[in-house]
């Protein structure tokens, strides 16, 4: 915190009047089911992004960051618009925009950001600014606004001004998330229950594989795969995928062409998995656990599609050396995945997937592991 104080006062001439911090997040189970009213378990992990933020008179936004170089961005409040500005600075700006009528300022901001979320990794790096910024303003104007309303606003930011249609997951436990729970969120209405995922006393470990395939979702991939399942939405006549069973839907399957079936599919069977995978912890049945979250990379893989090389030979890899699970985390096309592990495995298993990297021609890959940490909040 000092060095972002003291770059705060470098590039701006003055002190931060506030600063926040939000994380990034993992996502055990419940991919690409945000949008659809599905229930996601995620959690928010121990790398966070951290904000400075201070008014100012001029009706100016200015904003850097210390992982880019000391350029400082200047946008006027005036010419707030969805779309505009640096691709970087849309997240903030976005989240500004979006809380512009609950804010009664004729003024600025002086924002100077602090990214430790991996950028590209499918841990959320987006969201973790955006709910850092709309935590911070949430704090500086006294607002009082409840969570899952801050989620929404944060979303509302990313899915006009940056103009990626996101669920809304990231934002929520990014905002919602608490040490030690995985979150199950119903996205739909927003409740949650916290479930317990202490793994540690269990000899257990969750090891991230960072690809370093580094995806840009803001593309017709994403968009795509969404209008797919809301076709079959309104082709089936339903209010959302969530509305039927995986039976029923398997029946009607000569109502969707071949690409909405399979893209559909995915969304009802992993709202199932979510809720089998939440009874699994609840029982503590980690094997069962496994199971369930790479099934779910399989039908990310076949039925999706949104997987990718890198991403096949870390979980085959990690499976192949006797993981309890393993799948393809966030929007896909390269990012993380996650491997259920023995503790005593961990080194062994970083060694192998890096083994087979290098071996297929791929980059190498990163390795981190996370618990279940606190979401966004105010830092001194």
Same mark, same amino acid.
């Given at each position: 915190?000092?060095? %972002?104080?003291?770059?705060?006062?470098?590039?701006?001439?003055?002190?931060?009047? %506030?600063?926040?911090?939000?994380?990034?997040?993992?996502?055990?189970?419940?991919?690409?089911?945000?949008?659809?009213?599905?229930?996601?378990?995620?959690?928010?992990?121990?790398?966070?992004?951290?904000?400075?933020?201070?008014?100012?008179?001029?009706?100016?936004?200015?904003?850097?960051?210390?992982?880019?170089?000391?350029?400082?961005?200047?946008?006027?409040?005036?010419?707030?618009?969805?779309?505009?500005?640096?691709?970087?600075?849309?997240?903030?700006?976005?989240?500004?925009?979006?809380?512009?009528?609950?804010?009664?300022?004729?003024?600025?901001?002086?924002?100077?950001?602090?990214?430790?979320?991996?950028?590209?990794?499918?841990?959320?790096?987006?969201?973790?600014?955006?709910?850092?910024?709309?935590?911070?303003?949430?704090? %500086?104007?006294?607002?009082?606004?409840?969570?899952?309303?801050?989620?929404?606003?944060?979303?509302?930011?990313?899915?006009?001004?940056?103009?990626?249609?996101?669920?809304?997951?990231?934002?929520?436990?990014?905002?919602?998330?608490?040490?030690?729970?995985? %979150?199950?969120?119903?996205?739909?209405?927003?409740?949650?229950?916290?479930?317990?995922?202490?793994?540690?006393?269990?000899?257990?470990?969750?090891?991230?594989?960072?690809?370093?395939?580094?995806?840009?979702?803001?593309?017709?991939?994403?968009?795509?795969?969404?209008?797919?399942?809301?076709?079959?939405?309104?082709?089936?006549?339903?209010?959302?995928?969530?509305?039927?069973?995986?039976?029923?839907?398997?029946?009607?399957?000569?109502?969707?062409?071949?690409?909405?079936?399979?893209?559909?599919?995915?969304?009802?069977?992993?709202?199932?998995?979510?809720?089998?995978?939440?009874?699994?912890?609840?029982?503590?049945?980690?094997?069962?656990?496994?199971?369930?979250?790479?099934?779910?990379?399989?039908?990310?893989?076949?039925?999706?599609?949104?997987?990718?090389?890198?991403?096949?030979?870390?979980?085959?890899?990690?499976?192949?050396?006797?993981?309890?699970?393993?799948?393809?985390?966030?929007?896909?096309?390269?990012?993380?995945?996650?491997?259920?592990?023995?503790?005593?495995?961990?080194?062994?298993?970083?060694?192998?997937?890096?083994?087979?990297?290098?071996?297929?021609?791929?980059?190498?890959?990163?390795?981190?592991?996370?618990?279940?940490?606190?979401?966004?909040?105010?830092?001194?």
């Amino acid at each position: 915190m000092p060095e %972002l104080k003291a770059k705060f006062a470098e590039l701006f001439g003055s002190t931060p009047e %506030l600063m926040a911090q939000a994380p990034g997040r993992v996502n055990l189970v419940g991919e690409h089911v945000d949008f659809l009213d599905g229930f996601v378990l995620p959690f928010a992990i121990e790398d966070v992004t951290t904000v400075a933020i201070s008014r100012t008179v001029q009706p100016t936004i200015r904003i850097a960051s210390l992982q880019q170089t000391d350029e400082i961005f200047v946008v006027q409040m005036k010419d707030l618009a969805p779309m505009t500005g640096e691709a970087w600075t849309r997240y903030p700006i976005g989240v500004i925009w979006a809380m512009r009528d609950s804010l009664d300022f004729r003024g600025g901001f002086d924002i100077l950001i602090d990214g430790k979320v991996p950028l590209g990794a499918g841990l959320s790096s987006s969201a973790a600014l955006e709910c850092a910024i709309a935590t911070a303003l949430n704090h %500086l104007f006294n607002l009082n606004i409840s969570e899952p309303v801050l989620a929404r606003i944060a979303q509302k930011g990313e899915n006009v001004y940056v103009g990626m249609p996101c669920g809304i997951m990231d934002q929520s436990v990014s905002i919602m998330g608490r040490k030690g729970s995985a %979150l199950l969120l119903d996205c739909r209405d927003l409740s949650t229950e916290h479930i317990p995922f202490n793994i540690s006393p269990l000899g257990l470990e969750l090891l991230v594989i960072d690809t370093q395939v580094h995806h840009a979702l803001v593309d017709g991939g994403y968009a795509e795969r969404r209008a797919s399942c809301e076709k079959a939405v309104a082709v089936l006549g339903i209010t959302s995928l969530r509305d039927i069973s995986v039976a029923d839907f398997v029946a009607r399957k000569s109502e969707l062409d071949e690409t909405t079936y399979i893209r559909a599919f995915h969304g009802v069977t992993e709202m199932q998995r979510v809720l089998d995978g939440v009874a699994a912890l609840k029982a503590g049945d980690f094997k069962e656990f496994g199971q369930i979250i790479t099934a779910s990379h399989i039908s990310l893989r076949d039925n999706y599609t949104v997987s990718c090389p890198e991403l096949n030979v870390a979980v085959d890899t990690a499976l192949s050396l006797g993981a309890l699970g393993s799948r393809m985390i966030g929007g896909g096309y390269g990012g993380s995945a996650i491997a259920l592990i023995r503790a005593d495995q961990t080194e062994n298993m970083k060694k192998a997937i890096a083994s087979a990297f290098a071996a297929a021609g791929f980059i190498a890959p990163r390795f981190f592991t996370s618990l279940p940490s606190a979401g966004a909040q105010i830092v001194k």
